[in-house]
């Protein structure tokens, strides 16, 4: 079923990708980091045929994929192992491992690379760490420094950490659960959590006694800005990134159970957050004192399930749209970038065409999307006026893909 595409290793000019994907040890039937080759021969569309073109370097699950900006190095989140490995590229469709994996924590599941390549940051989704690696000139990580954990904001230390450094001072979500519902009009305001009902914290101590941290992602953002996800506590923490670490700058909570997982930075200066457990997009903003705070948000679409979570999100070429996968009811959000981009509008609700749509690139006028469950990635053509992905036009087998990565 994964053989080799016969244009492998034949000098054909198509597209490519790396793909990360689970292998046995996370449940999966991938072997490594493999290849993905999309579009006809010197097109630079990703728009024709697809063909997976077998495993370029075998590991244990590399469920996510990040390359450094100046080296031909790709760094793998091993997760089930815990560890960051760096590969280095040693021929057209071969990699090798480039020093010693390097310790990261409980199902690391992303990896982030510093503009300048000097550094990177895991996440931990099991345990929760942001851990930050040095990158020498070679492009292997090493020393890793273990971030200060995140606060839980409705948990019992909620008061620690409204007075603790890296807290949003003001932030009301009284008044921020007000201002989505009155955004997100009749229709869809009973989605807004009740942080405005006057019995909405009663037994919130109570109830958070079991929340786990869960790190999901780092971006890093102009200015030495690094901007991290906390799943489990609902939080977006900011960063100053520098030579020794990561210094914590702000923590912004969001509404109790959405789980923020992944982001997107416009070039409006709006950072976009996709929920995965309430299936939202939230818009955060920097006030010209550096604070950030929440300046809008939206459901995903009318169209979302009981059960369904939240993947990736990505926006257009032109930063119009955003697209976010939604798995169980196998969907494509897409938003449309409203204003000066604070606030963001519902448009579409589509079939993504495959099962449990983990992962999803934009590349021109194509949506590529990696679905995990059912052994595949899709490609569909993206309406470039409504911004509206449309139906598959292919599709090839792949194993157990949760990350497309595009080669340089």
């Not at 979500?173 to 807004?192: D, I």
């Not at 789980?259 to 416009?266: D, K, N, T, Y």
């Amino acid at each position: 079923m994964w053989a080799r595409s016969p244009d492998l290793g034949k000098g054909v000019s198509r597209v490519r990708f790396w793909l990360g994907g689970y292998t046995a040890d996370m449940g999966g039937n991938a072997s490594g980091i493999g290849m993905l080759l999309a579009g006809a021969a010197d097109d630079a569309s990703a728009g024709g045929a697809l063909a997976f073109a077998g495993e370029v370097a075998p590991t244990e699950s590399p469920s996510w994929l990040a390359a450094h900006p100046n080296q031909d190095v790709v760094y793998a989140a091993l997760e089930h192992r815990q560890v960051v490995q760096a590969f280095r590229r040693t021929g057209e469709t071969t990699f090798a491992p480039l020093g010693e994996p390097v310790a990261a924590g409980e199902a690391v599941c992303h990896v982030a690379v510093a503009p300048d390549g000097g550094s990177l940051i895991a996440s931990c989704w099991g345990d929760g760490r942001v851990v930050r690696m040095t990158v020498d000139a070679a492009g292997r990580p090493s020393s890793p420094v273990l971030a200060p954990a995140a606060v839980d904001p409705y948990g019992p230390d909620a008061g620690h950490a409204a007075s603790a450094p890296e807290r949003a001072e003001g932030l009301d979500l009284a008044a921020a659960a007000r201002a989505l519902r009155e955004a997100a009009g009749e229709e869809f305001a009973h989605l807004v959590p009740d942080h405005d009902r006057p019995d909405h914290d009663e037994h919130a101590a109570d109830e958070a006694s079991g929340r786990p941290s869960r790190a999901h992602e780092a971006v890093f953002l102009p200015g030495g800005l690094v901007a991290t996800t906390d799943l489990g506590f609902d939080v977006v923490r900011f960063w100053r990134a520098g030579s020794s670490g990561l210094k914590p700058l702000q923590q912004v909570a969001l509404p109790k159970g959405s789980g923020p997982r992944h982001m997107v930075w416009h070039p409006s200066g709006h950072l976009y957050v996709v929920t995965e457990l309430s299936c939202e997009l939230f818009v955060l903003a920097a006030a010209a004192d550096g604070t950030w705070t929440v300046v809008g948000g939206t459901p995903l679409g009318a169209g979302t399930l009981a059960g369904d979570s939240a993947a990736e999100l990505a926006a257009s070429r032109d930063g119009e749209f955003l697209y976010a996968g939604v798995r169980g009811s196998n969907t494509l959000a897409t938003l449309r970038v409203r204003g000066a981009g604070e606030s963001v509008a519902p448009v579409a609700l589509v079939d993504s065409g495959v099962d449990w749509p983990r992962h999803h690139v934009v590349v021109r006028d194509t949506l590529l999307v990696a679905g995990q469950l059912s052994d595949e990635v899709a490609s569909l053509a993206l309406d470039l006026r409504t911004g509206v992905p449309g139906r598959v036009r292919h599709r090839t087998p792949a194993p157990s893909p949760t990350c497309l990565l595009p080669v340089r």
